[in-house]
C-alpha cells in the first residue's frame, strides 16, 4: 500500500513541557498504569488513510510540543518520503520519535492485517503492479480482455493470501517459542552440568548445559588444533575467476534467503553511539508496551563477542578476522570439514535459543553480551538472527549509512521506516564513512608484504591469482613512484579530479574495477595479513631516501587500507577529489585521500528504498542548504518540516553577547589577534567576575584544544588560574577519552560538596570534543555555557577549499528549489538564495558547533541557565540568524561587561 496523504495541523509550534531522559521524568505528571499494549490509535479507520491517534500512550502526560511532535511524525511517516524534524536537546526528542513511529507501526498492522507484516509493497509485488499502477488501471476504461486482468488479480490476491498465512504460521511458531521459554525457570549457571543429567532431554536446562559442554569441547579442540597447525594452507586463496556472478552471496546473507519474502515492517533507529542507543532502550522499557516490543540491538564484535580466544584481542581488526577465521576454518583445502576448528558459539541451536530470548524483552548491547555468555551462543550473529521479526532494530550509523555493512549485517531497508537522531552530523557521517585515506608507510608496507607472500606461493596460487597480484602490485608501486616525485620536486599538496589521478599516476591501463571485485572476492588482505602475524615481516622502506621508516602497527591490515582507497578511485570522478598531501623529505609521512565531496548519491540510495526518512536533531537550521547537500534531486523531493522551541519559559534562560570586558578591551577571537597577551587576560578577569556570581557549574567552550592549552598556559603564568580556583575549582577536558568519566564525576562532586569556600566548579571544554555532543549539564552541573569566539575551521584546509569550490560550482549549474511542507502549507525554498554557497557553508559549519555545544545546558522543562557569548562579531545579524530561535530571542547586547554582571546577578538571584 503505498503512501497516502494524512490530515494534521500546523506543525511550528513553541509549546512547553518535556524532560527527554528517565533520570528527569519524575518533573513531568507520570500516567496513570496501563495496560502493557502497543501504541496505537483507539479507532483505525478501515479506509486507506491513517489520521494520528489522540493517545500515543506517552509514559507521562506529554505536553503540547510532544504531542504535536508526535502527529507531525506520524502524518509524516503515513505520507512518505523525507521529514526533518528539529527539537532542541531536552525537549523530550527520542521518546516521541520513539511513540509517535510506534503508534504508526501498529496502526499500519491493523489497517492491513499480516500484509503489514510483509511489508508495504509486498502487496503490490504479489500483484505485480504498483500502488500508482493499479489506480490506473482501476480508472481505465473496460475493455475486452477485462477477464484476463481479474484473473491475474484473483490469483495475485490468492498468492498474498498464501504469503500472510506462512506469515502467520511464523509468528505464531515464534509466539510458541517465546511463551515456553517464558514459563521455564532460568537455570543458574553454577548448576547447569548437574542440571544436564537430570532435567529431561527437551528442558532449556538440557540445551543450555549441552551447550556449555561443547564450548568447552570446542575450545579445547580449536586450540589444540591450532597450536599444532604447522602448514600455509590457510593463507592459500582459493582459486578466482573474474567472470563469476556477483550475486554470489555471503553466509550471512544466504542464511536469511528464507526470510526474503517474511518482512516485518519495521523501525530502523540509528544514533551516534552505543550508550545513546542504550539510554534508548531505557526509554523503551519506561513505555506501557515496552514489554511486548520486539526490540533488536546491533553492534559491532568487540561490543558482542563472547568468545574469550576472541574478544581478548585488543585490536578490532584482529577481533574481526580471527571470527571470520574460525568460521571458514571448518573446512580445509579439499572441502573436507574439520569437526575440531570453528566457533563453538555458532551452534544453530543456541543462536535459535538466543534470538527468542532477545525478543522476549528490550535489551541493549550490555544486555545482549551476557544473554549469549549464558546461553553460550554468540551474541553477534544471534543478533541478526532477530532481524527478520524485529519492530524496533538499533543500530550505530555506520551500519545503516555504509552500504556494504548494511547488507552483511543482513538490515533490508525497502518498505521500511528510518529514524536518524542526532542528525545534524549526517552530512559528516556519509562524508566520511565513503572517504579513504592512505599514507606513504601504508602502501610501502603493503607492497613489501604482497611482495614476499607472492614469492613464497608462486607456485601454490592459480594463473588468475597470479595475473591480479601482480597487477594489484603495479598501481601499489605507481602509487608510491607518485609520491615519491611529488617529495622529490618539494611540491605542495595536490589536489586532482578522480579521472585526472588515475591518468597522471598511470593506472589508466588497469581495470580497477575487476582488481577490486578480485581484491574484496578473494579476502586476500585477511590471508596476507595471517601470513604476516605467523612469519613476522617487517615492513622496509622501498624509497632511496635515508628517512626513518613510519611506524605502522603490525595488528593493522596494510592491504586492507589499500582496498579502501581502491574503492574510492571506482567513484563517479563529480563525487570527489584526490588529494596528495606532502611531508617534506618523507615519502612515508606523505599520503593519499579520497574526499567525498557529494554525500547525496549514498543518501539518494536510503531515500529511495524506504518508506520515510525522518532526520531529527536539536539544531537542523537552515534546513534548505542541509538539503541541498543531502538530496540527489532537490527539485523533485517534498519534505516535510516541523520545528519548535523549547519547553522552558522565557524567564529560565539568559543570552548575552560579551563584546568586552571589564578593562574595555574588545573581543574578537580571530587567528590573527586571539593570541594577544591583553585579550587573554580579559577573558580571565571576565570569567573571574562571572564567576563570583554563578552558582555551582559553568562550563567554558574554547575553539581548539591546542588553544585552550595556549590560555591555559598563559593564565597560568599571570596568576589567573590561582583567581579562578579561589571561587570555583578548575576542570579541563583532556584528549583522550578514557577520562572523560573521571573529569564528569569529579566535576560534578565538586558542584554538589564545594571545597575550600568555593562556590562550585568550572569545565574548561573544547567545541567538538567529548563535552560539547552527549552529554548533559543539567540543573546545577550547567547554570552557565561561556562560549569563547567563533570556532571556525581553517579556512587554509584542502578539505575545505575543495568543498567550498565544489558548492560554488553547483550553485552554478542548477538551481535548487526545495517544496517544505509545514502543517498543510506548502512552500518552495531557495538553497541557493545565498550568493556564495561556498560562504554560506564555511560560516555554517562554525554555528553548528556553537549551536551544539551551547545547548549542553537546558534538559527540563524547570531548568535555567545562562549562555555568554564571547565576541563581538555574535552581534552581527547574520551571525544571529544561525542561533537557534529559542537562544535567539532571548540574546540581549549589553553595551558594556558590568552590566552583563549585573544582569546575571539579578537573573540568578530571582532563581
Excluded at 586450540?223 to 586463496?237: H, K, L, M, R
Excluded at 591480479?468 to 613512484?481: F, G, R, S
Aim: proline share 5%; hydrophobic share 35%.
Amino acid at each position: 500500500m503505498g503512501p497516502v496523504r494524512a490530515r494534521v495541523a500546523a506543525t511550528s509550534t513553541a509549546g512547553s513541557g518535556l524532560l527527554g531522559h528517565p533520570q528527569h521524568t519524575a518533573r513531568q505528571t507520570p500516567r496513570p498504569p496501563a495496560t502493557a499494549t502497543p501504541p496505537a490509535a483507539t479507532t483505525v479507520q478501515t479506509s486507506a488513510e491513517l489520521l494520528p491517534p489522540e493517545d500515543f500512550q506517552f509514559p507521562f502526560e506529554p505536553y503540547a510540543i510532544q504531542k504535536d511532535f508526535m502527529q507531525s511524525l506520524y502524518s509524516a511517516i503515513e505520507r512518505g518520503g523525507l521529514g526533518v524534524f528539529e527539537s532542541p536537546t531536552g525537549t523530550g526528542k527520542s521518546l516521541s520519535l520513539l511513540c509517535g513511529s510506534l503508534a504508526w507501526l501498529r496502526d499500519n498492522e491493523k489497517r492491513s492485517g499480516l500484509s503489514g507484516a510483509l511489508g508495504p509493497d509486498a502487496t503490490a509485488a504479489a500483484e505485480g503492479s504498483s500502488p500508482a499502477a493499479t489506480n490506473a488501471t482501476a480508472t481505465s476504461t473496460p475493455g475486452p480482455l477485462d477477464w484476463v486482468a481479474e484473473q491475474a488479480k484473483e490469483a495475485a490476491q490468492r498468492q498474498r493470501q498464501e504469503r500472510e498465512a506462512a506469515a502467520q504460521q511464523k509468528l505464531q511458531r515464534h509466539r510458541e517459542r517465546v511463551q515456553r521459554l517464558k514459563e521455564q525457570t532460568p537455570v543458574p549457571v553454577h548448576v547447569r552440568k548437574r542440571a544436564r543429567r537430570h532435567a529431561p532431554a527437551s528442558s532449556l536446562a538440557d540445551t543450555l548445559a549441552s551447550a556449555e559442554q561443547q564450548v568447552e569441547d570446542g575450545l579445547g579442540a580449536g586450540q589444540a588444533a591450532s597450536d599444532g597447525a604447522d602448514n600455509d594452507d590457510e593463507f592459500v586463496i582459493a582459486e578466482y575467476s573474474s567472470d563469476a556472478d556477483d550475486d554470489a552471496s555471503s553466509d550471512s546473507d544466504s542464511s536469511n534467503d528464507e526470510d526474503d519474502h517474511f518482512q516485518i515492517t519495521k523501525i530502523l533507529y540509528c544514533s551516534r553511539t552505543h550508550s545513546q542507543l542504550a539510554q534508548l532502550v531505557h526509554e523503551v522499557k519506561a513505555c506501557s508496551f515496552g514489554s511486548e516490543l520486539r526490540v533488536v540491538s546491533l553492534g559491532s564484535r568487540q561490543n558482542l563477542c563472547v568468545n574469550e580466544r576472541v574478544n581478548k584481542l585488543k585490536s578490532l581488526s584482529l577481533i574481526n578476522e580471527k571470527c571470520m577465521d574460525l568460521q571458514k576454518a571448518k573446512k580445509d583445502a579439499t572441502g573436507t570439514t574439520r569437526k575440531k576448528k570453528g566457533c563453538p558459539y555458532l551452534d544453530v541451536k543456541t543462536l535459535g535459543l538466543f534470538r527468542d530470548h532477545m525478543l522476549m524483552k528490550p535489551r541493549d548491547i550490555e544486555d545482549l553480551a551476557d544473554l549469549g555468555s549464558k546461553v553460550k551462543g554468540c551474541a553477534y550473529y544471534g543478533s541478526r538472527q532477530g532481524i527478520p521479526l524485529a519492530e524496533l532494530v538499533l543500530m550505530p550509523y555506520n551500519v545503516l549509512l555504509h552500504k556494504g555493512t548494511r547488507e552483511a549485517v543482513g538490515v533490508k531497508l525497502k518498505g521500511n521506516v528510518v529514524i536518524v537522531d542526532e542528525a545534524h552530523n549526517l552530512l559528516d557521517v556519509i562524508s566520511s564513512l565513503y572517504s579513504a585515506e592512505v599514507s606513504g608507510a601504508v602502501i610501502q608496507r603493503a607492497f613489501q608484504q604482497l611482495t614476499e607472500y607472492a614469492q613464497r606461493y608462486q607456485n601454490r596460487l592459480k594463473a588468475k591469482n597470479l595475473v591480479y597480484i601482480n597487477q594489484t602490485l603495479k598501481v601499489l608501486k605507481l602509487l608510491l613512484d607518485h609520491l615519491q616525485g611529488l617529495v622529490g620536486r618539494k611540491e605542495a599538496d595536490r589536489v586532482d579530479t578522480v579521472g585526472d589521478f588515475v591518468l597522471k599516476v598511470r593506472i589508466d591501463n588497469i581495470n580497477l574495477f575487476k582488481l577490486r571485485a578480485f581484491l574484496e572476492q578473494s579476502e586476500i588482505s585477511k590471508k596476507l595479513n595471517g601470513f604476516v602475524l605467523k612469519h613476522d615481516t617487517t615492513p622496509s622502506v622501498t624509497s632511496t631516501s635515508t628517512e626513518p621508516q613510519e611506524f605502522v602497527s603490525r595488528h593493522v591490515s596494510a592491504l586492507r587500507m589499500f582496498e579502501s582507497f581502491l574503492q574510492a578511485l571506482t567513484n563517479a570522478d563529480d563525487d570527489g577529489r584526490i588529494l596528495s598531501t606532502i611531508v617534506s623529505g618523507s615519502v612515508a609521512k606523505s599520503g593519499l585521500k579520497f574526499l567525498l565531496l557529494n554525500p547525496a548519491g549514498y543518501f539518494g540510495e536510503l531515500l529511495s528504498e524506504c518508506r520515510a526518512v525522518v532526520l531529527a536533531g536539536g539544531t537542523m537550521a537552515p534546513v534548505p542548504h542541509f538539503l541541498q547537500q543531502l538530496l540527489p534531486t532537490p527539485r523533485n523531493t517534498e519534505v516535510s518540516l516541523f520545528s519548535c522551541g523549547h519547553v522552558i519559559p522565557a524567564a529560565n534562560l539568559t543570552a548575552m553577547t560579551v563584546g568586552s570586558g571589564p578593562m574595555n578591551t574588545r573581543f574578537r577571537f580571530t587567528f590573527q589577534q586571539r593570541n594577544q597577551p591583553e585579550m587573554l587576560a580579559e577573558l580571565g578577569r571576565v570569567l573571574v567576575n562571572v564567576a563570583s556570581v554563578v552558582p555551582g557549574g559553568m562550563v567554558v567552550f574554547f575553539p581548539s584544544y591546542d588553544y585552550e592549552k595556549r590560555v591555559f598556559a598563559h593564565w597560568e603564568s599571570t596568576g589567573v588560574v590561582a583567581s579562578l580556583n579561589k571561587r570555583k575549582r578548575l576542570f579541563r577536558e583532556t584528549k583522550g577519552s578514557g577520562t572523560t568519566d573521571a573529569i564528569l564525576r569529579d566535576y560534578a562532586a565538586e558542584i554538589e560538596n564545594p571545597s575550600d569556600a568555593r562556590t562550585g566548579a568550572m569545565l574548561l571544554s573544547v567545541v567538538g570534543g567529548k563535552m560539547s555532543e552527549g552529554i548533559n549539564f543539567k540543573d546545577q552541573l550547567g547554570r552557565c555555557v561561556v562560549m569563547v569566539g567563533l570556532p571556525f575551521p581553517n579556512l587554509h584546509s584542502a578539505d575545505l577549499k575543495e568543498k567550498m569550490e565544489f558548492l560554488r560550482a553547483s550553485a552554478t549549474r542548477s538551481e535548487c528549489k526545495i517544496r517544505i511542507r509545514q502543517g498543510q502549507q506548502v512552500s518552495e525554498v531557495d538553497a541557493y538564495a545565498t550568493s556564495d554557497p561556498g560562504t554560506e557553508y564555511y560560516e555554517n559549519l562554525c554555528m553548528k558547533a556553537v549551536n551544539q555545544s551551547i545547548g549542553r545546558a537546558i534538559r527540563h522543562a524547570g531548568d535555567f541557565s545562562s549562555i555568554l557569548l564571547v565576541d563581538e562579531r555574535y552581534a552581527q545579524p547574520k551571525i544571529q540568524e544561525k542561533l537557534p530561535s529559542w537562544i535567539k530571542d532571548r540574546l540581549t547586547h549589553p553595551p558594556k561587561f558590568p552590566l552583563v554582571k549585573r544582569h546575571l546577578a539579578t537573573f540568578f538571584k530571582a532563581h
